[in-house]
């Protein structure tokens, strides 16, 4: 890749974490986790619980999650993979709150998700109010299961970064 790269990625579990690492690998990108002030728990994740953080979190917006830092240094990159797993069909709004933190202004952004079952639903059209008009979101795709470094780089190719 000629354009410097950065893997910015939120992982509750793991999961993402993983593919993020490994898609860091094949992009030749550097890495940072976006982490919440306040860890999740696993009762905060249940989905199946109206009650827990997450769901709170993802209805009512007020409720966003603090980061942990603001130390990612943006202003280096020309493209940021940033990842997440998906939550209630689009990304946990601590991504939101990663977006606003830094100017991307003039950066392309390309999405990454892990997900048990849905797709990428409404994610651009929910985040895009999060950041400038002059940066853009391109939808990535879901990297779920068995993600191998060949398999990235292959993708990575679609992109003519």
């Given at each position: ?10 992982s509750a579990s793991g999961v993402t974490a993983r593919a993020a690492k490994t898609l860091a690998e094949a992009a030749g990108a550097d890495l940072y986790e976006i982490k919440p002030k306040m860890p999740y728990t696993k009762a905060d994740l249940n989905w199946m619980d109206k009650n827990a ?109």
């Amino acid at each position: 890749m000629s354009k410097k790269s950065l893997v910015a990625y939120f992982s509750a579990s793991g999961v993402t974490a993983r593919a993020a690492k490994t898609l860091a690998e094949a992009a030749g990108a550097d890495l940072y986790e976006i982490k919440p002030k306040m860890p999740y728990t696993k009762a905060d994740l249940n989905w199946m619980d109206k009650n827990a953080r997450s769901s709170i979190e993802m209805k009512d917006p007020s409720s966003r999650p603090e980061l942990a830092d603001e130390n990612a240094d943006i202003a280096s990159y020309d493209v940021i993979f940033l990842g997440f797993p998906i939550w209630w069909y689009v990304a946990p709004t601590i991504i939101n709150t990663f977006l606003e933190a830094y100017d991307f202004s003039g950066k392309t952004i390309i999405l990454f998700a892990t997900s048990g079952g849905s797709g990428l639903g409404k994610t651009v059209e929910k985040l895009k109010p999060s950041v400038s008009d002059t940066t853009v979101i391109k939808e990535g795709k879901l990297l779920n299961g068995q993600v191998t470094k060949e398999n990235l780089e292959n993708w990575l190719k679609t992109f003519n970064l």
